[in-house]
């Protein structure tokens, strides 16, 4: 029995310096989404007013010109798909897929937040488990409990930022999706005009 608790020691000590290192690397990557946080929402508040007005008053004879009127950038995912939408607009299965393309665009999107919102947690806490395993050295106890501390505000961190991002992007991928929903129904009432 003795030599099973030796083994479980040294695999859980020697996973306490990959798991801060990785914490880090979470942590560092949490930040770099809040930019690009920052980015995208800024462009979605230039682009959300703009399709709300053209899709409000949006008819199938308006379709035509809809591209000229919606700036193509290259940072709003929606604005990407609504043109390429409109270049195939006569095929009903090419819209489908690019329908279906936007939803696998989008939670590619959410990946990093996914994965920050589950893995923050897990490693965090996993750091306490590990320091806790000390060999009853009282003089590092108190190390080993500033280490556990850190990894666990650092998990948590990452994973309140993934939380929140992954949350507020869902939100807008419903509401693009939606608008794109709208676009194609359009589209098909068009087709139905034309003949």
């Not at 329908?99 to 999107?109: S, T």
């Not at 920050?116 to 003089?139: C, E, F, Q, R």
């Not at 507020?168 to 009432?189: C, G, H, P, S």
Request: glycine fraction near 8%; include cysteine; charge should be neutral.
């Amino acid at each position: 029995m003795n030599y099973i608790s030796d083994i479980l020691y040294w695999i859980s000590t020697g996973l306490l310096v990959p798991v801060i290192v990785l914490l880090i690397i979470l942590f560092g990557r949490s930040l770099l989404l809040i930019g690009s946080f920052f980015g995208q929402y800024m462009s979605i508040r230039k682009t959300e007013s703009l399709l709300r007005g053209e899709f409000d008053s949006l008819t199938p004879g308006g379709i035509a010109s809809l591209g000229e009127r919606i700036p193509n950038v290259r940072t709003s995912l929606v604005t990407v798909y609504i043109h390429r939408m409109l270049e195939v607009r006569n095929s009903r299965p090419h819209v489908e897929r690019l329908l279906a393309d936007f939803e696998i665009a989008a939670d590619k999107d959410l990946a990093i937040s996914k994965t920050l919102t589950k893995m923050g947690p897990m490693l965090g806490l996993m750091g306490p488990a590990l320091v806790g395993l000390s060999a009853g050295d009282i003089s590092s106890m108190a190390y080993n409990m500033q280490v556990a501390f850190a990894t666990t505000v650092v998990g948590l961190f990452a994973s309140a930022i993934g939380f929140i991002t992954q949350q507020v992007k869902q939100r807008w991928y419903l509401q693009d999706m939606t608008n794109l929903e709208f676009l194609a129904e359009i589209m098909k009432e068009e087709g139905k005009c034309v003949k």
